[in-house]
């Protein structure tokens, strides 16, 4: 199982939740009610000219919104380049809601093997050998639901957009006409014969809680909302002035 993912911040990815959950199928349902413990990887490929490095990046922080389809992946280096990768390529976000008609581009990894690739004796790779198929596909903004979309399907905040998303690009960004993302691959389905992509709404993404304890240099301390991190000064995205963070039922930052 793979996904899409992007960098939201230095060592911070932002994705799909649907991504994270795919990989923590048969645990119990342990990422809905509590913590789980497992081992996946984040793979960067690097281009220079035409050769190009693989940065692995573990992941060893995850966290989810109560209210969107949007997971945070906390990562660190695996592999010596990833250790030596300094050259972080951070779009804006924009945490407003876009308007009807909005040009946006989305982004993500349509197909992916490993062909080539060669694991030791312990099972571990020594050599990785990715096969990619980036995508991008561009379409505007048909219908906007602030709230829902429905109670089954798409509870949380969506757009739905004429592009058609591929599988594999889930968790993606979507990028304005702005250069900012605006919103997260979400999915594609087919209802009536006709074709239906949505992206998530961005702005569920600041009541994600963080780990900042994670962060040797955070001025932030323990568990708490990504909202923390625009209050700093450390995360400007645009329009945060907008956005109020409440509290569910359970007490889950929403």
């Not at 976000?93 to 876009?98: D, G, I, Q, S, V």
């Not at 040009?103 to 490993?114: A, N, S």
Request: hydrophobic share 40%; aromatic share 10%; glycine share 10%.
């Amino acid at each position: 199982s793979f996904g899409s993912a992007f960098a939201l911040h230095p060592y911070l990815l932002a994705t799909a939740k649907h991504v994270v959950d795919e990989f923590t199928k048969g645990l119990g349902g342990g990422w809905a009610t509590g913590v789980v413990e497992l081992t996946f990887w984040a793979v960067q490929i690097q281009w220079k000219g035409d050769q190009h490095n693989y940065n692995i990046w573990q992941v060893t922080g995850a966290s989810s919104s109560s209210y969107s389809d949007i997971a945070l992946l906390k990562v660190s280096p695996y592999n010596v380049e990833a250790s030596e990768y300094e050259d972080w390529k951070i779009l804006r976000a924009n945490l407003k809601l876009p308007h009807i008609g909005d040009k946006v581009v989305g982004f993500g990894c349509h197909k992916m093997t490993f062909e080539g690739s060669k694991k030791n004796t312990e099972g571990l790779f020594e050599h990785i050998e990715l096969h990619d198929d980036l995508s991008a596909a561009n379409g505007e903004i048909l219908e906007i639901y602030p709230d829902k979309r429905d109670s089954v399907m798409l509870p949380f905040p969506v757009a739905r957009v004429n592009a058609q998303f591929e599988p594999g690009m889930s968790g993606g960004p979507v990028i304005n006409a702005r250069s900012e993302v605006c919103g997260i691959i979400c999915s594609s389905m087919h209802v009536d014969g006709e074709h239906e992509s949505y992206i998530s709404l961005l702005w569920p993404i600041v009541g994600i809680p963080v780990n900042y304890d994670q962060y040797a240099s955070s001025p932030i301390k323990g568990v708490a909302p990504l909202m923390e991190m625009i209050k700093a000064g450390i995360w400007i995205p645009k329009g945060s002035i907008h956005v109020e963070l409440g509290v569910d039922a359970s007490g889950r930052s929403l």
